[in-house]
């Protein structure tokens, strides 16, 4: 039986003994006295409060006590002294018992429905999906199912259609509504090689697409699943809250004994009245408030996070980010838009470019599209070379009609010498902050090749937020140092870390964490071990699979705006996870000394049924209290939107 269902039957049966406490004070009382109230009491603890003391022996067994022990003990104590008492005929207790129970339950009945309410996100993310699509088949547009689209299948797409998958756009150009997937609210315009996420909305133009990903491997998918993981996992801190629980409820139990001790022994109270103030003590201290306390604010926090294409992977890494005082980022892909273009070429133009575009024809690297766009622009046809070899850190060597060619950074100077008149020319460029490949054959430098990355218009504006916010900002890159200074005083950086080698990147970010915890922002295979060593790694959502992975958040709209973001809403949600907890530390703290009788001199009495509606309350206080987190506004949402 859930939950709901145990409230409900503890309710209706409890309402009987309600009514006749109402009567009493009358003259009347319940149909069947005693025995009525010890029958319907006994299906309350049967049915309803036998989940509680089940779990109160299996936490016994296991040698700690949890929440549940102290409701079980409370409820129970009132049960077994209310059958004495009727025996005896003294007056009995078993509304206390039953109405404890019921209240707990509704409290929990508020939990489970403000936690849905918390992780609604994910149900809404899933209900983006499209139900089905319409793909080419046999040379026939067919409509199936979402289910039975393969990868390679062609999609046709017409305006105010979902988008059944991710895929490539092959014919046909159209602007897309994005905002359910990555908070972008403003429609892109999508043309033909351009890609396409599934779930989004097609506003204008029909077009054809190549469905990449399909099922579970789908953008929307792995954002379903990573909300998932994160609103299950725990903080760091929920394992002190655990530990302080651990202390915390046989401290109690011990304080409600002393309290019962006192009362009877001590102060010569009656045993009714002893016993009651001992069962408060045990209702009113029950740390359900603490439990909840972190999991539904992180639940809140990551659901709204994910609304705005922010995927924050656990609970650990959310808290981490909270301690953030630097924030390191890559350059290429990163700060700048990661397209460069060939902007000079220095030396026989047509003779440079069939050297660098022999060598560079089999590579992905960024700066490499640039020089195989531009020869694409000149009809410069590449032809083949072998024998290829990495000169690490440096560039890449290779054999073109027998003699030896080579590419890369200035670093290949410490070898082949340049003339003082390129050289400056090489410099001059650099100083314009683009990047310089020089270009050699047959053992000699033979030219320049310029490429600049402009930065993204977000990064300027995201970065000087960070900077308000009191973070140190720097640039690590392999790029040299004159390129990367012009980049970064563009953007207003802190710190240059320039020429670093793909490799070393990680051992830089150690070297920078021993000042401070950092956050490591990247998108590409050579930043993977950086994301993973920093204590937040950023990952870019138009980088590589490896570089996501890599990451504890990811950023899916590629803005290094929501860079502040993640960090604001982390930090937010820490704040609010520490709020609960103060609130139910000092709701405990408070109500003991009530539920003790410490108090009842000036009338200030808790008898257990009061307690166990000021414990509901707390419990849903808290809930409520994260789900504001809802509501919280963002510094730089604006900006973004």
Known sequence: MNIKNRFIFSLIVSLPMFVGMIIMPFGYELSGGMWTMFLLTTAVMLISGRQFLQSAWASFLNHHANMDTLVAIGTFTAYFYSIYAMLTHQPVFYESAAFVITFVLLGQVFEEKMKHAASGAVEKLMDLQAKDAEVLR????????LTEVRVEDIIRVKPGQK???DGIITEGSSTIDESMVTG???PVAKKTGDPVIGSTINNT???MFKASKVGNDTLLAQIVELVKKAQTSHAPIQKTVDKIANIFVPLVIIIAILTFVIWYVLLGAALVDAMLFAVS???????CALGIATPTALMVGTGRSAKMGILIKNGEILEAANSIKTVVFDKTGTITVGKPKVTDIIGDQKKVLEVAVNLEATSEHPLAAAILNKAKELNIVPHEAQNFTAIEGKGIQAQINNKQAFIGNQKLLAEYQLDEQTKAKMVELQNEAKTVVIVGFDDKIIGLIAVQDTPKRSSAAAIAAL????LRTVMLTGDNKYVAQAIAAQVGIDEVIADVLPSDKANKVKKLQQHAPLAFVGDGINDAPALTTANVGIAMGSGTDIAIESGGIVLVKNDLQDVVHALELSQKTFNRIKLNLFWAFIYNTLGIPVAAGLFSGLGLILS?????????LSSISVVASSLL???VKLTHTAQST
């Open 467 to 470: 900077k308000k916010r009191g």
């Open 138 to 145: 046999d040379g026939k547009l067919l409509r199936i199912p």
């Open 608 to 616: 257990p049924e009061l307690a166990g509606v000021f414990m509901a």
């Open 281 to 287: 003590v045990i209702i009113i201290a029950c740390p």
């Open 184 to 186: 972008e609210s403003i």
């Open 163 to 165: 988008i059944a998958v």
């Open 629 to 631: 987190l809802n509501r």
């Open 205 to 207: 133009g029909t077009f």
